[in-house]
């Protein structure tokens, strides 16, 4: 597959999928990930992990969010440094208070 479209950040500070403005979208995210992070009560990392284009640098930090080509998702997570107490518990315990509290938005 080729990539031929770019994710690049602007002189305005907005971030552009080829041709197209992606600010309301890292917004979006943004805004996703101070929810979930109310609901469950620990820290939570926005990420958008993009298909199809070429990232700069292999990541952009915008307002908050980091932006990844999404063939480099699961390295990017498995780079992130551990929290002292998560273990396989505490992931189950987090999954379930997922479930009950954050019904997908086609349940709303």
Known sequence: MSITSKV???SD???WYGDY???PAVSTVRWEADQVQRVLGWPVRAVI???GARVPGGR???DGV???QARDLRSYIRS???AAGWDRALVTETARIADARLAPASAR
Do not use: E
């Open 8 to 10: 690049r950040v602007k």
């Open 13 to 15: 500070g907005q971030l």
């Open 21 to 23: 403005p992606q600010g």
């Open 49 to 51: 992990a993009v298909h």
């Open 60 to 62: 952009i930090y915008l």
């Open 66 to 68: 980091t932006v990844i």
């Open 80 to 82: 992130l440094p551990g």
